[in-house]
Nanobody, 121 residues
Framework: QVQLAESGGGLVQPGGSLKLSCVDS????????VVWYRRAPGKQRELVAG???????RYADSVRGRFTISRDNAKNVVYLQMNSLKPEDTAVYSC???????????????WGQGTQVTVSS
């Protein structure tokens, strides 16, 4: 069974960096696409970045060139490296999995609890 846990959030100044991790303690999500979503206060949930089981990636236009998603299937972990952070990146970041394809239009059934990222001076 998939059990996701995110870590790595925190408070960072504009222009700074953070690296988020999403670990599956159930050791099964290597077969699935994994997607990072975020939700800012008063806004709808937004897809940030996704990676297929084979390593194909996609990014939201708002983060392309600043964020990098990667995965280590041997360790059952997906990373989101976030550079050049902006105040508008402030949100709760959650990882999601359970879909076979990165192109699936809806989130998969498994969610982590989320981690808060705050970008502020």
């Amino acid at each position: 069974q998939v059990q996701l846990a995110e870590s790595g959030g925190g408070l960072v100044q504009p222009g700074g960096s953070l690296k988020l991790s999403c670990v599956d303690s159930g050791n099964v999500f290597a077969r699935y696409a994994v997607v990072w979503y975020r939700r800012a206060p008063g806004k709808q949930r937004e897809l940030v970045a996704g990676i297929s089981s084979g390593g194909v990636v996609r990014y939201a236009d708002s983060v392309r060139g600043r964020f990098t998603i990667s995965r280590d299937n041997a360790k059952n972990v997906v990373y989101l490296q976030m550079n050049s952070l902006k105040p508008e990146d402030t949100a709760v970041y959650s990882c999601n999995t359970g879909n076979s394809y990165l192109s699936d239009p809806y989130p998969g059934p498994y969610w982590g609890q989320g981690t808060q990222v705050t970008v502020s001076s």
